[in-house]
């Protein structure tokens, strides 16, 4: 089945640091890939979106681009700052062919937090 | 702009009891998602629905129910709490899949319960 993988947490850094957080994803066919971001007490909100290679989702200073050859979707920001300590959820959707509905697949999930 | 509403916030339940969670959407959209986040395993898949009176299991359905009896509303039942069942639940609704088939999901601000 599809699955998705981030790299493990919790993530600290100063403000104004240069942030990556990687996921890799395993699935068949053509799947769409999220970042959705989740804030303290909130629910999930959409960050950015891909949905198909080498598209690239950008929001709010962060980008991600939909690699089919390394099966990535790296999450970047050049500048973070401490409004986006958040955790950070790398997801997809369609992977497994035929009607998905929309379901969809999460990573674990990456907690960041950026100091003063 | 109330988008995604879930009640309660809040509850606690001893091993037993049973209780329904609410999720009510006003963006008109088909597909509805219960899923349930625990600490480093992102989120899961416990039912959706792809319209009005209709359900499906997801990844972890065992020990819930669910009903759409309405476009708008999407029920969690739990039956017989358990203390496994201890964790943050969301809900999500998304558009239906069109020509642009992975529509993001919309999420509420999670229901936290505790099982006894």
């Known amino acids: 089945g599809d699955s998705v993988t981030q790299m493990e947490g919790p993530v600290t850094l100063s403000e104004e640091a240069f942030l990556t957080i990687n996921c890799t994803y395993t699935?068949?066919?053509?799947?769409?890939l999220f970042w959705y971001v989740q804030y303290p007490g909130e629910g999930l909100q959409l960050l950015l979106k891909?949905?198909?290679?080498?598209d690239k989702g950008s929001n709010k200073g962060f980008e991600a681009t939909y690699r089919k050859e390394t099966t990535s979707f790296h999450l970047e920001k050049g500048s973070v700052q401490v409004s986006d300590s958040a955790v950070y959820f790398c997801?997809?959707?369609?992977?497994?062919?035929?009607?998905?509905?929309?379901?969809?697949?999460f990573g674990q999930g990456t907690i960041l937090t950026v100091h003063p | 702009n109330a988008g995604v509403t879930q009640t309660p916030k809040f509850r606690v339940l001893k091993t037993g009891q049973s209780m329904t969670l609410l999720c009510a959407q006003d963006?008109?959209?088909?597909?509805m998602y219960w899923y349930r986040q625990d600490p480093g395993m992102g989120l899961r898949l416990i039912h959706y629905?792809?319209?009005?009176?209709?359900?499906a299991k997801g990844e972890v359905p065992d020990g819930y129910n669910v009903s759409r009896l309405k476009k708008q509303n999407f029920l969690l039942g739990l039956e017989s709490a358990a203390p496994s069942q201890t964790s943050v639940y969301f809900c999500?609704?998304?558009?239906?899949?069109?020509?642009?088939?992975?529509?993001?999901?919309?999420f509420g601000d999670g229901t936290r319960l505790s099982i006894l």
């Open positions: 629905s792809v319209g009005e009176g209709t359900t």
């Open positions: 891909a949905t198909k290679a080498d």
């Open positions: 963006m008109n959209h088909e597909y």
């Open positions: 699935a068949t066919g053509y799947p769409s």
């Open positions: 999500a609704s998304s558009y239906s899949m069109t020509g642009d088939r992975h529509q993001p999901q919309h």
């Open positions: 997801a997809l959707s369609g992977g497994a062919g035929g009607t998905s509905y929309g379901k969809l697949t």
